[in-house]
């Protein structure tokens, strides 16, 4: 019910655009997560977004990465500018309503010269 695109190969200080569309039951007046995990390690969170709009950033990505929602597209999308290597990692969406947690299948994001 989770479904990431807009991954891909980028040379660092690039930018990709992730989006994640969702079913509007569960998107709907509802909190959306970014999350990203690299080889060897834990899944960690990127950003946050209320069903208000506010937003929440990880201190490794803030000032580069934005996290934006479009409630009539039931999508969330991640803004990643001025890409360093240590961004590459595949991300997930997440959502988590009436006690059941919901992942995407994740998109690869890599940053290479």
């Known amino acids: 019910q989770l479904v990431e695109s807009g991954g891909g190969l980028v040379q660092p200080g690039g930018s990709l655009r992730l989006s994640c569309a969702a079913s509007?039951?569960?998107?709907?007046?509802?909190?959306m997560n970014w999350f990203r995990q690299a080889p060897g390690k834990a899944r960690e969170l990127v950003a946050r977004?209320?069903?208000?709009?506010?937003?929440t950033h990880a201190d490794s990505v803030k000032g580069r990465f934005a996290i934006s929602r479009d409630n009539a597209k039931n999508t969330v999308y991640l803004q990643m500018n001025n890409l360093k290597p240590e961004d590459t990692a595949v991300y997930y969406c997440?959502?988590?309503?009436?006690?059941?947690?919901?992942w995407g299948q994740g998109t690869q994001v890599a940053v290479s010269s």
């Open positions: 997440h959502t988590y309503k009436n006690g059941i947690t919901y």
């Open positions: 509007g039951s569960i998107f709907s007046d509802n909190t």
């Open positions: 977004i209320t069903s208000s709009g506010s937003t």
